[in-house]
């Protein structure tokens, strides 16, 4: 083993932040109420607790005596952090254990600490710990990472996770330790004396992936064996695990046989390595040994006590040392002594653990029972009260998805059971340490055990890592070099090295790790390098004192001894030879962890105290134990906390060597953090002669480094610390520095005199100490020591440096920075003779450098000696060069960067590359021409590989012709932000604002939300990102924060409407209150008024009685209003999981006028129907139910919740489940719920839940809604069958349901079936005989349903014949004979009825009528329509019932789908021409007959145009409907003065289903003339006005406002049939009226409703508002491709009749749907209620606050008649913009106020330039413009002190020449302006040439290359060279006599020619002055 390689001696660091530690737990559980704890053991006596069993039953017994001893505790802490407001805030968090209770807490010294969870369980913790669980997703998905908190008890494992998951976990077998590692838990089983007696070793380590999974064994692959590497069970009883990580995934175990330490790879098993495993033949179990076996593992795993060992009753330690392998050797007497008797396994009573209970898991080691696990028979509160938060999960993973069979036991022997263990995971061995000799191990190993009680993985500065495991016995730290391969797939094990230590504890977060040597002293190491001696002031002062009476954490301490206030008794100890070790005795190996109760009180010993252990590392942070039992948390301070010296560092290590890289580190650590005090801003200081002094520099002998040191003193030794408790001193610290050896060598060095102004001294200093650091004697050119550690390699540092520089002049925020860093690199400059280089850093900041003159002298001999890195070019690489010359479209050469340190340089590199230079691959393939990655030996090129490959498949994911858009989709996967653009200085970031301007206009879809955020369009992120929200708050009116109701009456509350969003429908119908009369006339929970004057003759009793028959009327309205306002208010609800669904009530009282007295229909003054409100009451829970949002959070649970006590409400319940079913949550109810609701027998809940589960499965075939519905339809039972007395409606609802299921499946059986039901014969003794109709129209609709729309191609059933059979049902005949199963049940006829062998048309007709016409939807067969033509003759025409008429016209219209045309004429076409031709009075004809059939084929054709147009809004289809509407309101006005009177229900009847057919064509538009319409009918009451016709006029009311505007309806053949069941034209009668057509069946419009209305909403006030659209239609053959304009919020056409909708300019950004790519896209939209981001463009106000356009911005100049600039003012800008930004801007830069009044040409420049930004809609450009104000303004006044801006200024002029004045004149404008930027060009370049003119003799100077003087060196000369692109040092120019030879001299470097024409003056002039002849 290799010794430490390197140690820094005679130093020491302070730890800092020194506070007193008391675990928060500890405090906590003072005050928890844990002797309260569960009452469970007063519940359940203790035999019944535990087992039936006797001997466990003592067990049980023996527990319940609580004996009173100290509780053990023990906690653990780990670094927390959570996301708060965009930073990270880090902490710490706690988990501490003791007792029954478990903390949880959360705090760090800065803040204080809180209770985060905390636990109390049944029995003492053994153990708690964190662990993540990984939750495996769908296929596509991510595993999802379920973080948790295990406590683990004598039995079971309780499992809680963070989001609210409880889990309990009964243990096969009793564990020692539980350890977490990345795939879930590992449980080590519990060795006992008795494993090794039958020689079978059985499995020790086992894996729980998933609380709910079962534990498996753990399978290892360990190296060396002869055949290969062997997989095998982990089944040595020697091998104990000391160490899990979960990254990377390692585990540690120790051999106690060995005494040798193995590493191994932990890793789900491969499915060569399971199948090895369970091949591998079984000879253990073949004979008497293996049966032996089996049954010890049954019994040992079931009979297992808390007696089996000699602790049993306390619970296991957390430390795998503090029980040595032999402490469970001893056994109880009961330990095993009998076998369970048992006949079969016994169950658990617990729900929620049927999934476990079969899993082989652990079956196979014979059988193993959970029913006798403790944790299983005394629960734990918090695992199984709460278990049915995972009562329906299964287990995720399939590997134990067989059962395994029961064993069988009898009294004497046990059947083993031999099926396989599967295991999950494989550890497979890396490392094993070599054994020691047996000579040297045998005496001393076997009494110390040399198993590493602690272990943990560390890295050092330099980014090598370390496995580090501490072996206590023998006071020893052996560290293992670990390295990763090239590909990082596994792991190389390197040297080992030995630390003498008796504790240590890794610093993750600066790589070092913390060692308590024997000695007591504490010493930090990084890796295996010793940095220094840590100094903790307290541990030597005797005046240190605790107090233990604060609840907090961490407890400041008052009186610590600092060097601020310690006495110089105290520090004269500091030097190492006098530090104090009190060490009085070893730590034994069973004191690892702090044990301790937490009841005693803690006091202080008088005696010193010392550091006894070390523990919880987190961060840089850990906890001191000291001898005296208290403790102590110290910090170990950071290597750096300036970001300039911690980039430094970086580059150090990144080009030096490790070794030299790690003296230089640890010598920098050592010195900035000595004991003492400095302050932040001091460190750079320190650091550049820190830094020096290791390259060989004497800091003494220049002047600038000299100044440093008298600014930041430095003591001999060691610079001054940081971290001091306080700023102030003492008198102590003064005689400590006047006493000090450092004070002396000031003393002599003031004595000898000043320095002079040339820095050169006139007598020397003692030179001490000999080192760099200490003065030495000055001459002129003072000399590098090229002894010095870093002396070879300067030039290498210098180019980093040199990189970091140019790194930093790309960040606004670090400026600062690079010019600290320009002294030093301007000095390495000098002296490496680097002129360039000196006159670059001189233009950068000329007036700095200018001050520095010094430089050192390097032996030319010595100079080669130096490593000379390739990349050191002599021509200096500066990053705005490159750029410029980019932006000129120069050639440019690769440029050079630092891989981890230049992220922005390559990041603008490669952006200016791809955008400027138009290299589509210069961020994949083409890296290498734009940048040279400097690679130092230390490093690797893998990463850069990896982000070649990474850059390649982005481009590949995004590829688009634009390089803009190709630009910032790079930059944003790059982790480019628009903060970091804010960053960049401004005229290196133009091009990259330029690009984004570009891709602003048109997002594509697919862009990420970064993407758009970096673009500004957040509307397409919110857009995006809804459906994250949505699950949430899927409802627009739960997302917005809307206004209440503007009622607030409470009866206005509770009629079921005020959910529909009113910000939506007040954009919508803005003009009036529509939706307002729609609710009045919708509300049935008040009372109806009830106006009866009474006449004189009229007495009281009959007055009221009167009255009475009024209510009467008026409640047949009342009656049939819950069906349109379960269509109004569809789908606008989100429920509350812990509330019950408001339901309204149905109010059937009255109010008289004027007393408003009470009218109840129950006064028994008058006859009501039985049963009245039964049907309402059903329809009105349906209209409650209907308003939850399909997206609504329902679970079974809360549907039962519902469930009212109250029997009259039941019928309201049923509704409610109907309409769970129409809205998809009905498949969410357990099936043993539905066999609840079925067993009580209720008709109406019977069809509600009957018809709900249907239309939920719709169209899927479903098997168990299949056979739950066959029961119910005799026709689908077996004939054999037992005959169910099924109600005759719930037969109806059944058969319906059929149809639902298997809609569009033609599915032969239900074919046949339903074929022969629709002419079912009535049977004997009235079954069958009432209401007939009904059942046959089911089985035609139904019939319909299955076969919808296949016409001609149903496949395999020309056998039956359907349409002829149809046809016959529809006309008449002989009835065919029975086939099949139904001919034995139909062979009796009927006793009642007699129909004879012919059909009864009047039952069969609607059923077939409308079978045909579904089954040939839209298919346009003339022949099957010509069947339904009506007869052209009178006498035909006579043996027709006009409702048929109507029916077989809308039969044959919707079959000739393509022939609808909407227009009066194809109405009337479809009337016969014998009845709309003039009659000749000769004929003797019915007139009746006439109107009756003209009205009803009428009506008919009308409603198929209806069906044609649903949800159309055709303005003709309307204009055609409303004449027929009011020709027929005419008609019933005029029916009493008409000769012949037509019947007023037919009129009604007819105008009724017109009235419906224009409501389904204004579907959701909420058109005016149809709600009129409604509104007249609503008020016809009385007469013939019955029940059935309200319910269709309220229906269509409902249906013209459906979903409160937001749905529409569909014209798909799904609800085609959908709208034919529901709107079929024969309504009730009355209230309880099913004879024709089942009233619940009025609901299945649900179906056909679809949301189709789009919201535009502003992303930045997320409000709704109105927008243009502008939709475009798909070629048709009615038409061609049409463009139309729509102001939304508006209701989008059927989208599969669109081509593209785009939200329209000029007012918001444009964003385009194209329907052939985004159809899914815009389904979702519409979906999650139509919600689309629209983004208000700069200086545009909305339509709502602006609805003509006249109040904009470019209005207003346009209207004044003026230049937009002069028009525009300023206190007008809340107007036309929200921008917070600007308004501030214009607030405080735009107006002027009276201390402004001279510069007002300043603020009228402001207001010109915030006016150009929001014309130009470029907002973000401000700055930009402000900033080259202020730059010119800077130049102008002579105020310029560094040429940056400048340099800003080129790369903005270098982009105006080179792109925008390039581009094609038909391309958008940029972002500069055509005005601004020419001005400040002119105005640059005035006072650039003015100084010129003036100042030429410098010039000259410059140019012949000679040295300036100091005036000569200013500023401006600088801004020239920079702004007009010179050459660094460039005597190519020099001797031009003509312009051509300037030009042709000039080409070759390249600058630009408007440059050269500019200076050619200047330039020949100085040219032909140096060839002038001197003067005579």
């Known amino acids: 083993m290799s010794e430490v390689v390197y140690e820094e001696t005679a130093t020491m660091i302070a730890a800092g932040e020194l506070q007193s530690f008391v675990p928060f737990g500890r405090d906590h559980c003072r005050k928890h109420p844990n002797a309260f704890n569960l009452q469970l053991r007063e519940l359940q006596p203790a035999s019944e607790l535990w087992s039936s069993d006797c001997a466990a039953g003592l067990v049980g017994s023996l527990q319940e005596v609580s004996l009173q001893e100290k509780e053990k505790e023990s906690w653990q802490l780990r670094k927390g952090s959570v996301d708060a407001l965009e930073q990270d805030v880090e902490f710490e968090e706690e988990l501490y254990a003791a007792g029954n209770v478990v903390v949880w807490s959360q705090g760090s010294g800065t803040q204080s600490s809180n209770v985060y969870k905390a636990f109390t369980v049944d029995s003492p913790v053994e153990q708690a710990l964190w662990c993540d669980f990984a939750v495996p997703q769908n296929k596509n998905e991510k595993e999802k990472v379920e973080h948790t908190v295990c406590i683990v008890q ?11 998951k409880d889990f309990l976990s009964p243990l096969p077998f009793q564990v020692s330790k539980v350890w977490p590692t990345k795939f879930g838990l590992m449980l080590e089983r519990k060795i006992t004396a008795a494993d090794g007696q039958h020689g079978e070793s059985l499995p020790t380590v086992f894996s729980m992936l998933h609380p709910i999974d079962e534990v498996a064994p753990v399978v290892c692959k360990p190296t060396g064996s002869s055949e290969g590497s062997r997989v095998e069970y982990m089944s040595d009883s020697m091998m104990k695990i000391v160490f899990t990580c979960c990254q990377p995934s390692i585990v540690v175990s120790y051999d106690t046989v060995q005494g040798t330490h193995s590493v191994w790879s932990l890793r789900k098993v491969t499915h060569e390595e399971r199948s090895t495993v369970l091949r591998c033949p079984a000879e253990p179990f073949s004979g008497p040994l293996g049966f032996l076996a089996t049954d010890f593992l049954m019994s040992h795993l079931r009979n297992y006590s808390r007696l089996d060992s000699p602790g049993g009753s306390k619970p296991a330690r957390l430390n795998p040392a503090a029980a040595p392998s032999g402490a469970v050797a001893a056994s109880s007497p009961l330990h095993y002594s009998t076998l369970h008797k048992h006949q079969s396994r016994i169950l658990m009573s617990s729900p929620g653990i049927h999934s476990r209970i079969h899993s082989p898991g652990i079956s196979n080691m014979a059988a193993l029972s959970r029913a006798h696990s403790p944790g299983m028979a005394a629960p734990s509160l918090s695992g199984v009260s709460r278990f049915n938060t995972t009562l329906h999960s299964s287990s995720p993973r399939g590997d134990h998805a067989m059962d395994s069979p029961n064993s069988t036991l009898n009294e004497t022997a046990l059947v083993p059971e031999l099926q396989p263990i599967i295991p999950d995971l494989c550890m497979e061995q890396l490392w094993s340490e070599t054994a020691a000799a047996p000579a040297t191990c045998h005496s001393l190993d076997r009494e110390m055990s040399s198993q590493a009680s602690k272990v943990f993985l560390t890295s050092d500065l330099c980014e090598n890592r370390y496995l580090c495991f501490l072996v206590e016995s023998h006071q020893q730290l052996r560290c293992v070099r670990l390295v990763e391969s090239n590909d990082k797939s596994q792991f190389i094990f390197a040297s080992v090295t030995c630390i003498a230590a008796k504790d240590a504890e890794p610093l993750q977060n600066i790589d070092t790790m913390l060692v308590l040597e024997a000695c007591g002293s504490l010493v930090l190491y990084t890796g295996i390098t010793r940095v220094s001696k840590v100094f903790v ?55 690892k962890h702090h044990e301790g109760s937490f009841l005693d009180d803690y006091t202080f010993q008088q005696a010193t105290p010392y550091i006894h252990a070390l523990r919880d590392p987190v961060c840089n942070r850990v906890t001191l134990e000291l001898s005296n039992d208290t403790m102590l948390r110290i910090s170990i301070p950071d290597i750096a906390t300036s970001e300039l010296v911690r980039k430094c560092l970086q580059a150090i290590r990144f080009i030096l060597p490790k070794e030299a890289a790690m003296k230089v580190l640890v010598k920098w650590y050592t010195i900035f953090n000595a004991p003492g005090g400095i302050s932040a801003h001091a460190e750079w200081n320190l650091f550049v002669t820190c830094f020096l002094s290791l390259m060989g520099y004497n800091t003494e002998r220049l002047t600038w480094t000299r100044n440093l040191q008298f600014e930041v003193p430095l003591s001999p030794v060691i610079a001054a610390k940081k971290a001091r408790p306080c700023d102030e001193g003492s008198d102590e610290d003064w005689e400590y520095l006047l006493g000090s050896q450092y004070h002396n060598q000031m003393k002599s060095f003031f004595d000898c005199g000043p320095a002079d102004s040339s820095g050169v001294k006139a007598t020397p200093a003692a030179d001490t100490e000999g080192t760099p650091l200490s003065s030495a004697p000055f001459s002129a050119s003072p000399t590098l020591d090229n002894s010095a550690p870093l002396f070879a390699h300067i030039p290498a540092l210098f180019s980093v440096l040199h990189l970091l520089y140019q790194e930093l002049l790309l960040n606004e925020l670090h400026r600062e920075r690079a010019s600290s860093l320009v002294c030093l690199l301007q000095q390495l400059a000098r002296d490496l003779q680097l002129e360039e280089y000196v006159d670059l850093y001189w233009r950068d900041y000329p007036s700095l450098v200018s001050g520095f003159t010094e430089s050192c002298f390097i032996d030319q001999s010595l100079i080669g000696h130096m490593q000379h890195p390739t990349f050191l070019r002599v021509e200096p690489p500066c990053v705005f060069s490159w750029l410029s010359s980019c932006l000129r479209g120069e050639q440019v050469p690769p440029f050079p960067y630092l891989p981890g340190i230049c992220h922005r340089i390559r990041l603008l590199v490669l952006s200016y590359a791809l955008y400027v230079g138009g290299d589509d691959n210069a961020t994949s393939s083409n890296v290498s021409k734009y940048l040279l990655r400097l690679s130092a030996g230390q490093k690797s090129c893998a990463d850069e590989q990896q982000y070649k490959r990474q850059s390649i498949v982005n481009q590949g994911k995004f590829c688009s012709d634009s390089l803009a858009e190709q630009l910032v989709v790079w930059l944003t996967s790059e982790g480019f932000t628009l903060r970091d653009l804010e960053s960049v200085p401004f005229g290196v970031a133009l091009p990259i604002r330029d690009a984004i301007y570009h891709c602003r206009e048109q997002p594509c879809a697919n862009w990420s939300e970064e993407v758009c955020l970096l673009i500004g369009r957040q509307d397409r992120i919110r857009q995006a990102h809804k459906m994250s929200l949505a699950k949430n708050k899927a409802s627009l009116g739960s997302s917005w924060s809307l206004e209440p109701p503007a009622t607030t009456e409470t009866e206005e509350e ?4 005020s959910d529909i969003i009113q910000e939506v429908t007040g954009l919508i119908w803005s003009q009036d209150l529509r939706v307002q009369e729609v609710r009045r006339l919708l509300q049935s929970s008040r009372p109806v008024r009830v106006s009866v004057v009474q006449l004189p003759e009229v007495s009281d009793h009959e007055y009221i009685e009167e009255k009475e028959n009024k209510l009467l009327q008026l409640c047949q309205r009342t009656m049939g209003l819950p069906v349109g306002r379960g269509l109004f208010t569809l789908f606008s609800y989100q429920p509350v999981p812990t509330e019950l669904l408001p339901i309204p009530k149905l109010n059937l009282t009255g109010r008289a006028p004027p007393r408003n007295t009470t009218v109840d229909l129950n006064s028994g003054n008058i006859d009501v129907p039985a049963n009245m409100t039964s049907w309402p009451s059903f329809h009105n829970g349906v209209a409650a139910g209907l308003k939850i949002a399909p997206a609504s959070q329902v679970d079974s649970a809360w549907i039962v919740y519902n469930k009212n006590k109250n029997q009259e409400m039941a019928n309201e319940h049923a509704g409610f489940l109907m309409a769970l079913g129409l809205n998809g949550h009905l498949t969410k109810l357990a099936t ?18 009957l018809l709900g589960v249907a239309a939920a499965r719709l169209g899927t075939m479903d098997m168990s809604t299949t056979r739950l519905l066959s029961i119910h339809i005799p026709a689908l039972l077996p004939p054999t069958s037992t005959e169910l007395d099924v109600p005759h409606n719930i037969q109806v609802a059944s058969v319906i349901g059929i149809g639902l299921v298997y809609q569009g499946t033609g599915h032969r059986h239900i074919v046949e079936v339903l074929q022969s039901e629709i002419g079912r014969p009535p049977g004997p003794e009235m079954e069958y005989c009432t209401d007939r109709e009904s059942y046959s129209l089911a089985a035609g609709l139904a019939l319909g349903m299955v076969c919808l729309g296949q016409g001609s191609n149903l496949i395999g059933m020309s056998d039956l014949k359907v349409p002829e059979q149809l046809y016959q049902y529809m006309v008449g005949g002989h009835r065919r004979a029975q086939v099949g199963a139904s001919r034995e049940r139909h062979n009796a006829p009927s006793y009642q009825i007699r129909e004879g062998d012919t059909i009864n048309v009047d039952v069969t007709c609607p059923g077939a009528t409308l079978a045909l016409a579904m089954i040939y939807l839209k298919t346009n067969n003339r022949s099957i329509a010509d069947w339904l033509k009506p007869p052209d003759t009178w006498f035909l025409l006579d043996f027709i019932k006009p409702e048929f008429l109507l029916l077989r016209t809308l039969a044959r219209c919707i079959i000739m789908w393509d022939d609808i045309l909407p227009n009066t004429e194809w109405v009337k076409s479809n009337v016969p021409k014998i009845i709309r031709d003039t009659l000749d009075s000769s004929q003797d004809i ?27 809004a055709n303005s003709d289809a309307f204009e055609c409907l409303h004449e027929f509407a009011k020709s027929f309101m005419k008609a019933m006005s005029l029916s009493g003065a008409a000769a012949v009177q037509p019947s007023y229900y037919d009129l009604q009847t007819a105008l009724s289903m017109i009235l419906l057919s224009m409501s389904m064509v204004m579907s959701g538009t909420g058109n005016l003339e149809v709600l009129q319409l409604c509104r007249s009918l609503h008020y016809r009451t009385g007469g013939e006005m019955n029940y059935g016709f309200h319910m269709a006029h309220h229906m269509a009311l409902g249906m013209l406002f459906l979903g409160g505007g937001r749905y529409s309806l569909s014209t798909s053949n799904s609800a085609i049939a959908a709208l034919l069941c529901a709107l079929y034209p024969q309504f009730p009668s009355h209230s309880t009226d099913n004879r024709y057509h089942l009233q619940a069946l009025r609901h299945l419009t649900v179906l056909a409703a679809e949301p189709r209305l789009l919201v535009p909403v502003d992303v930045d006030t997320l409000k709704p508002c109105y927008a243009l659209l502008e939709v475009t239609y798909k070629k048709s053959r009615w038409y061609g491709e049409t463009t139309v304009e729509l102001m939304a919020p508006t209701m989008l056409p059927e989208l599969h009749l669109l081509k593209r909708v785009r939200v329209k300019g000029p007012r918001y950004w444009e964003l385009s749907i194209d329907l052939n790519k985004e159809a899914q896209h815009l389904k979702s939209v519409l979906s999650r209620d139509g919600v689309l981001y629209v983004k208000l463009r700069a200086g545009q106000l909305s339509y709502k606050d602006d609805p003509q356009g006249w109040k904009s911005l470019l209005a207003s100049a346009v209207n004044q008649r003026k230049s937009g600039v002069r028009a525009f003012k300023v206190e007008d800008i809340s107007t036309f913009t929200s921008d917070p ?23 009228a420049l402001f207001s010109a330039m915030l006016y150009e930004c929001v014309t130009h809609e470029c907002p973000e450009m401000l700055p930009t413009y402000i900033a080259i104000e202020q730059v010119v303004g800077a130049l102008c006044r002579g105020e310029l002190q560094h040429s940056f801006s400048l340099w800003q200024m080129r790369l903005v002029l270098d982009l105006w020449d080179g792109m925008v004045l390039r581009r094609p004149a038909n391309c958008r404008v940029g972002l500069l302006s055509s005005e601004f930027l020419p001005v400040m060009k002119n105005k640059v370049e005035v006072v650039l040439d003015g100084w010129l003119q003036d100042n030429s003799s410098a010039w000259s100077f410059y140019m012949r290359g000679e040295t300036l003087s100091e005036n000569m060196r200013c500023p401006m000369l600088a801004c020239i060279l920079v702004y007009r692109s010179l050459p660094l040092r460039n005597t190519h120019l020099q001797g031009c006599t003509s312009f051509g030879d300037l030009l042709f001299r000039s080409s070759k470097l390249g600058i630009p020619i408007r440059d050269l024409l500019r200076l050619a003056p200047v330039l020949l002039e100085a040219g032909s002055g140096l060839q002038t002849p001197p003067a005579r």
């Open 154 to 164: 004598n039995g079971c494992v309780n499992i809680h996770s963070v989001t609210g």
């Open 537 to 591: 002031p307290s541990l030597l002062s005797s005046t240190f004192s605790l107090t233990n009476n604060r609840p907090s954490t961490y407890m400041p301490l008052e009186h610590v001894s600092t060097p601020a206030n310690a006495g110089s008794r105290h520090l004269q100890r500091l030097d190492e030879s006098v530090m104090p070790s009190p060490v009085s005795e070893l730590r034994g190996p069973n004191m």
């Open 1054 to 1057: 509770e009629d079921g409407m």
């Open 1232 to 1249: 043993l719920n539905i066999h609840d609701y079925l067993a009580k027998g209720h008709e109406m809940t019977s069809i509600g839940l």
């Open 1486 to 1512: 019915n007139m009746e007959t006439r109107t009756q059939a003209q009205d009803y084929i009428t009506a008919g054709a009308c409603m198929a145009l209806g069906l044609r147009f649903a949800g159309s």
């Open 1781 to 1803: 930004t600007l308004l501030s801007f214009a607030e405080f830069f735009c107006k002027t106020s009276d201390g402004m009044k001279h510069r007002e040409e300043t603020v």
